[in-house]
């Protein structure tokens, strides 16, 4: 909104009339001779006039207004970004800058051939826009590699080669933030280019913080930094470089629950001097793919096997689950996977630091998950590979992995277990939510001869949405239905609505939430689950729409 009034036409139309006639009278007690009833004077002069006096009026009760915090925090659109950054400048808090999305990109080729991508080349991907900062060549052996941003063609078993390069968008914000295998086209047309996907989920995009988000850290910049209440210890991380754009945290400490670290003790209940620390570090998981090493366990009676891998806790900390599939998936563009057959949480509670042995008192696996201290063991079915020729315990194989994780837990946790940082009477251990993994199903009604909604644009708003919801516990329909209306036309409208939540808790167990009204986190503190320590996650792929028109009578 601002303080301005920038279009007319959204004044108040009571406000103008009485504007209108306060300078119509004000006119006549002047010069009671004119007519001020009707005519020129009236319909231009004192209309106009009263237009005017309206939109001083109403500026400069919004400027009032936007001196207030109170008032802002009513309305955050009220004041113009200056005004309220000039407000957040008194509570030692700054507006977070916007930033553009980036990552890498593995280009197929048809043939063992050289190739360069130049500085600027343009890339469309998922609606945005994406430009290469540097140049890159792709060379046919490691002896003609001449630069940094030379790649090496890499065989990928079915007549293809490929290689990567980095591209980043051009807008700012989270639409451009791809997820991985998302298709990349390019804008002019590569010689011998089969396809480009994203090789990772890209991060960076981040929109400009608004009003409202700016006004929510106020709290943080008159809190103490210091390792002692909850909002202290959010104003602490929040206030390093780096830790910034957190988005949400819940901390559970002594009298929780949901704390089982500080019932070591001989002693029945609970002694204090421990925290837990969820912490959202952005809006959704990071998937990362990579190539990873298996060793055959065990070979099965159909001649094929269960291969196993390890994740150490420096691999991906807060790391959710794993995806195994064959080697160059990705470039081969296969979609099937194995099954897991052994999801195996450890935990390394090694010292972190050569000069500071100090880590956080853990004394069962299950209280390390989803820390920087986990480590994971996944054990596999591999039904492609033929296993008869095979050592168990010595053969190994390659595979393509999809890990989702939190990132920037490792780097937060080295930071709250720093000396001169933690608190001398206990100890934070840092880590991801409980992850509550959302599926989103919609029915929409379309009239006859209605063209479909942009179901793809519906599937990243329901995903912001979802994704800013924070530690609640619950999950109502009807937010979820507004964002769906607000794209809709017409009496177009939603005829079904579908939930579904499937949360893995700590203690490996998935727990399946399903409504289509309210959907509720269990409270099972005794598994560390609980309203205050899941965290809900929705893909836009995750959401799907369908579409029907309705058979509506003649009249």
């Known amino acids: 909104m601002g303080i301005r009034v920038t279009d007319l036409s959204t004044l108040d139309s009571t406000a103008v009339q009485q504007e209108e006639v306060l300078l119509a009278e004000q006119i006549l007690e002047i010069d009671a001779s004119i007519s001020m009833?009707?005519?020129?004077?009236?319909?231009?002069?004192?209309?106009?006039?009263?237009?005017?006096?309206?939109?001083?009026?109403?500026?400069?009760?919004?400027?009032?207004?936007?001196?207030?915090?109170?008032?802002?925090?009513?309305?955050?659109?009220?004041?113009?970004?200056?005004?309220?950054?000039?407000?957040?400048?008194?509570?030692?808090?700054?507006?977070?800058?916007?930033?553009?999305?980036?990552?890498?990109?593995?280009?197929?080729?048809?043939?063992?051939?050289?190739?360069?991508?130049?500085?600027?080349?343009?890339?469309?991907?998922?609606?945005?826009?994406?430009?290469?900062?540097?140049?890159?060549?792709?060379?046919?052996?490691a002896a003609s590699v001449l630069a940094d941003n030379d790649r090496i063609l890499t065989p990928n078993g079915d007549g293809t080669y490929s290689f990567q390069i980095e591209i980043v968008a051009v807008e700012e914000g989270e639409d451009s933030q791809l997820v991985r295998g998302a298709l990349v086209v390019p804008q002019s047309s590569l010689r011998t280019l089969v396809k480009a996907t994203a090789s990772e989920d890209f991060i960076g995009g981040i929109s400009a913080e608004d009003n409202a988000a700016l006004i929510e850290k106020f709290v943080y910049g008159m809190a103490a930094k210091a390792f002692s209440g909850r909002e202290d210890m959010g104003a602490t991380l929040r206030a390093q470089d780096g830790f910034s754009t957190i988005v949400d945290?819940?901390?559970?400490?002594?009298?929780?629950?949901?704390?089982?670290?500080?019932?070591?003790?001989?002693?029945?209940?609970?002694?204090?001097?421990?925290?837990?620390?969820?912490?959202?570090?952005?809006?959704?998981?990071?998937?990362?793919?990579?190539?990873?090493?298996?060793?055959?366990?065990?070979?099965?009676?159909?001649?094929?096997?269960?291969?196993?891998?390890?994740?150490?806790?420096?691999?991906?900390?807060?790391?959710?689950?794993?995806?195994?599939?064959?080697?160059?998936?990705?470039?081969?563009?296969?979609?099937?996977?194995?099954?897991?057959?052994?999801?195996?949480?450890?935990?390394?509670?090694?010292?972190?630091?050569?000069?500071?042995?100090?880590?956080?008192?853990?004394?069962?696996?299950?209280?390390a998950t989803y820390s920087r201290f986990q480590t994971v063991t996944i054990r596999f079915e591999d039904t492609d590979t033929d296993t008869d020729s095979l050592t168990e315990g010595v053969s190994t194989a390659d595979y393509e992995v999809t890990v989702r994780a939190m990132p920037l837990l490792a780097e937060m946790q080295d930071f709250a277990t720093g000396r001169r940082v933690r608190n001398v009477m206990g100890d934070a251990l840092i880590k991801a939510p409980v992850p509550c993994f959302l599926e989103l199903s919609f029915s929409i009604e379309l009239e006859p001869g209605q063209a479909s909604p942009d179901t793809a644009a519906i599937a990243n708003n329901l995903a912001t949405l979802v994704n800013n919801y924070g530690f609640s516990g619950r999950l109502p329909a009807s937010p979820l239905?507004?964002?769906?209306?607000?794209?809709?036309?017409?009496?177009?409208?939603?005829?079904?609505?579908?939930?579904?939540?499937?949360?893995?808790?700590?203690?490996?167990?998935?727990?399946?939430?399903?409504?289509?009204?309210?959907?509720?986190?269990?409270?099972?503190?005794?598994?560390?689950?609980?309203?205050?320590?899941?965290?809900?996650?929705?893909?836009?792929?995750?959401?799907?729409?369908?579409?029907?028109?309705?058979?509506?009578?003649?009249?």
Request: charged share 20%.
């Open 481 to 555: 239905c507004d964002v769906v209306h607000n794209s809709l036309q017409g009496r177009a409208a939603i005829t079904a609505i579908d939930m579904l939540g499937r949360i893995r808790r700590p203690d490996g167990v998935i727990r399946t939430v399903r409504d289509t009204e309210l959907l509720t986190v269990p409270d099972e503190p005794a598994s560390m689950s609980s309203p205050r320590t899941v965290a809900f996650y929705l893909d836009p792929a995750d959401v799907a729409i369908s579409t029907t028109t309705a058979s509506i009578p003649a009249i």
């Open 37 to 141: 009833q009707q005519g020129v004077l009236r319909d231009y002069l004192a209309y106009f006039g009263g237009v005017l006096g309206a939109k001083n009026q109403t500026e400069q009760d919004r400027l009032r207004r936007s001196m207030s915090l109170d008032e802002i925090l009513q309305d955050p659109t009220l004041a113009d970004d200056a005004a309220v950054d000039s407000l957040a400048s008194n509570y030692r808090v700054e507006r977070a800058a916007g930033g553009y999305a980036g990552g890498s990109v593995t280009m197929v080729m048809s043939e063992l051939a050289a190739i360069t991508i130049p500085a600027g080349a343009r890339f469309d991907a998922a609606g945005a826009e994406f430009v290469t900062e540097t140049g890159f060549t792709a060379r046919t052996d």
């Open 249 to 367: 945290d819940s901390i559970i400490g002594l009298g929780d629950a949901e704390m089982l670290r500080d019932q070591h003790s001989i002693f029945p209940g609970s002694t204090g001097g421990r925290a837990d620390w969820y912490v959202r570090t952005q809006l959704r998981y990071r998937t990362y793919g990579a190539t990873k090493q298996a060793t055959l366990l065990t070979k099965t009676a159909d001649g094929k096997g269960i291969w196993q891998m390890t994740f150490g806790r420096e691999d991906y900390p807060g790391l959710y689950d794993v995806t195994v599939q064959p080697a160059n998936a990705l470039s081969l563009n296969l979609l099937n996977s194995f099954e897991i057959t052994e999801d195996i949480r450890g935990s390394d509670m090694s010292a972190t630091s050569t000069t500071d042995s100090f880590v956080p008192d853990v004394q069962a696996d299950v209280e």
